[in-house]
């Protein structure tokens, strides 16, 4: 199948400091990138959803200036943290999805992000 | 909007017994139903699909799962599990002309020897 590569794996940092994540589909062009949160032992809430080359669409109550998102090409989409604090502590997962038609989305192995 | 059910939040099984997770979804239009499994500290595996034609539909490590649309339902089935299914399991929704896929909020199976 498809794979997905997200990297870091595990990343610990400063409070105050920026955090970015990448999402890279290795072996087929994104046209669709997906971000998600998930909090321990809870579901996947998505965080935003971006189309190659154009801005990302942020689910409600996520803050697009904190959740900066690029998909600058078919294969890699970014995740900045900015200004990370501890309550942004959590696991972060991509996924990646060819078009709509092809209805299936690929997940990243996921981040797991500690603020101090 | 659509939503998903998950009835069971964790479902404990002893080894090679057999095993269903409960999945039921709401939604006003045709959706195609997932299910995905997730390891710990991983990210999720597509275990099988539902896009269209036969309601039964067979997945990886021996998984299926029934769609049933009267019921709105598209519950997870394995005749006979082993330890390394223990797992967390993620039932999704994504209605036809959609581009969200929408999540249960999973089901721990635990599987005891």
């Known amino acids: 199948g498809a794979v997905v590569s997200q990297h870091p794996s595990w990343v610990i940092c400063k409070s105050g400091t920026s955090v970015k994540i990448e999402c890279r589909s290795l072996d087929f062009q994104a046209t669709t990138m997906f971000w998600y949160r998930q909090f321990p032992k809870q579901s996947l809430m998505l965080m935003a959803t971006?189309?190659?080359?154009?801005?990302?669409?942020?689910e409600q109550g996520v803050e697009k200036d904190k959740f900066l998102i690029n998909h600058a090409s078919l294969t890699l989409s970014t995740l900045t943290v900015t200004s990370a604090h501890p309550e942004d502590s959590s696991f972060y997962i991509c996924s990646a999805r060819v078009t709509v038609a092809k209805n299936i989305q690929y997940f990243g192995a996921g981040t797991r992000l500690s603020v101090l | 909007a659509q939503s998903v059910t998950q009835l069971d939040s964790q479902v404990p099984v002893f080894e090679e017994a057999p095993v269903e997770l409960r999945c039921n979804y709401s939604?006003?239009?045709?959706?195609?139903l997932f299910w995905y499994v997730q390891y710990p500290n991983q990210g999720l595996q597509l275990l099988l699909k539902?896009?269209?034609?036969?309601?039964l539909v067979k997945g990886i490590n021996g998984f299926e799962a029934e769609f049933n649309k009267s019921q709105t339902s598209f519950h997870l089935r394995k005749p006979s599990v082993h330890i390394s299914d223990t797992a967390e399991y993620f039932c999704?929704?994504?209605?036809?002309?959609?581009?969200?896929?929408?999540f249960g909020q999973g089901t721990r199976l635990t599987i005891n020897p």
């Open positions: 539902y896009l269209s034609g036969s309601t």
């Open positions: 939604s006003s239009v045709s959706v195609y």
């Open positions: 999704a929704v994504r209605e036809q002309g959609a581009q969200k896929l929408v």
């Open positions: 971006s189309n190659e080359g154009s801005k990302a669409t942020y």
